[in-house]
């Protein structure tokens, strides 16, 4: 029946400065498809840091982190939140942040907007309004097409990064002189300009693929995006898999399939597995059980989609890649997902472009279909999960799950000469709590 009093998680949302190449310098950055970069997973509560980097008229720079450790940010920026959260939608997964291309020379501004007045001077940092890292990266672009990459914050307005702009390209004009506008290129070559509300705030989730953010001198009108540009913009905004980074896919992965895993709350599997209806249902654990198959059907299509042997050779070596990326960040669901997808009769078939795989990755390919013996109740993916050195949080492979509980409930009697059969549903508490350790 319905209950009351239960919290409920929501998605959050997860600073990802993975896309940053920690190898570059404050003079050097890799310019995307997209005119900016994010992980636009759903966020909520806000946490309480100012930036607070390098001060006003300065130029900053990104710090070199490995990927190991900007997965292990990411982690903790989900284990220290609250499992409630107030949130609202937006999409999972923004590969394009992780696309490569050609290199704007510019210096990323990491100023700590939160202390910026509208007058440019500085007040006093809102800190429960700021996370304490800046989670997006925008790139904005004047008249004569140059650019600049500004470190921001979910919460950074408009007006914030028409200032921010200006400091960085060297403009003393009053800001009230400039206005942030976005200008994109729709379907055969149409142009459009509009310009933004200074309040409007999570810029770096609006934008779209074919599009640009400009400031502009609302006393000038100046053509933001001439024709010989319109073509260039279009040709960013289609992104291929190749482009991609294999750890940056994975990590993008991990983000989309913990967010939703850390989400379920303990009585969803109870339900689901007793079938109960109930005024909240199973949401997040529907959609993390409906994960496998997109993903498989995602490595399928892609496949089998390529007419090119050669590019099609490179992209089942891409998924390979990944896979082996997800594994060392513990995302079994992802990395079975995509095994599946490889060892589909679809694409099983391709016998000719199977040959042209080298060794190597068809070495790492079957050491991983290996770990799906199903052969002594899937006892090599077990004892990997519960290795030592196998650690929290991790990710598991959501079908064992479901066949664990399943047998469980089906393989044990609910009531035993009439009496409640508490030993079963110790049991099945027992395996709910493994499963929510996970994420710990």
């Known amino acids: 029946g319905p209950r009351t009093g239960r919290t409920r998680k929501t998605p959050n949302n997860l600073l990802m400065e993975s896309s940053v190449d920690s190898t570059l310098t404050n003079d050097s950055f890799p310019h995307s498809s997209r005119e900016s970069t994010s992980t636009p997973v759903n966020r909520s509560k806000k946490d309480s840091l100012g930036v607070g980097i390098v001060g006003p008229g300065a130029s900053g720079k990104f710090l070199a982190m490995s990927s190991r450790q900007l997965l292990n940010r990411a982690f903790n920026k989900f284990l220290n939140k609250p499992k409630s959260l107030n949130g609202h939608d937006s999409s999972l997964v923004d590969d394009v942040s992780i696309a490569g291309g050609s290199t ?40 004569d097409q140059t650019c600049k990459y500004l470190l921001v914050h979910k919460e950074t307005t408009a007006h914030e990064v028409v200032m921010l702009s200006l400091q960085e390209f060297g403009i003393t004009e009053p800001s009230t002189n400039y206005t942030l506008c976005e200008v994109s290129v729709a379907e055969g070559g149409f142009v459009k300009q509009r310009t933004l509300p200074d309040q409007l705030k999570n810029l770096a989730e609006r934008i779209g693929l074919a599009s640009r953010y400009y400031i502009k001198n609302i006393h000038d009108s100046e053509t933001l995006l001439p024709d010989e540009n319109t073509q260039d913009l279009q040709k960013e905004s289609h992104v291929a898999l190749l482009q991609l980074n294999p750890v940056e896919v994975s990590t993008q992965l991990m983000v989309e399939d913990f967010t939703i895993f850390r989400q379920i709350e303990a009585t969803e599997y109870v339900e689901d597995l007793f079938e109960i209806i109930s005024r909240y249902g199973t949401p997040n654990l529907t959609t993390f059980s409906a994960l496998v198959n997109r993903e498989m059907m995602w490595v399928i299509s892609e496949i089998v989609a390529e007419q090119n042997i050669h ?121 709910v709590r493994t499963l929510t350790n996970m994420c710990s």
């Open 104 to 143: 704007c020379n510019s210096s990323a501004a990491m100023f700590p907007v939160n202390n910026l007045a509208s007058n440019g001077e500085h007040k006093e940092s809102i800190t429960e309004d700021r996370s304490e890292y800046p989670e997006h990266v925008l790139k904005v672009f004047k008249a």
């Open 311 to 431: 590019k099609r050779m490179r992209v089942i070596k891409q998924f390979i890649k990944i896979a082996r990326q997800c594994k060392e960040t513990q995302n079994f669901n992802s990395m079975f997902a995509i095994v599946s997808g490889l060892g589909h009769g679809s694409v099983v078939r391709l016998k000719s472009t199977w040959e042209k795989i080298p060794s190597k990755y068809q070495r790492l390919f079957n050491e991983m279909q290996q770990l799906m013996d199903p052969s002594r109740n899937m006892s090599r993916y077990r004892n990997l999960i519960n290795a030592d050195n196998v650690q929290p949080p991790i990710i598991p492979f959501y079908p064992v799950v479901k066949k664990d509980l399943t047998f469980i409930h089906l393989g044990n009697h609910s009531k035993v000469d009439g009496m409640i059969n508490f030993e079963k549903l110790r049991m099945i508490a027992k395996e």
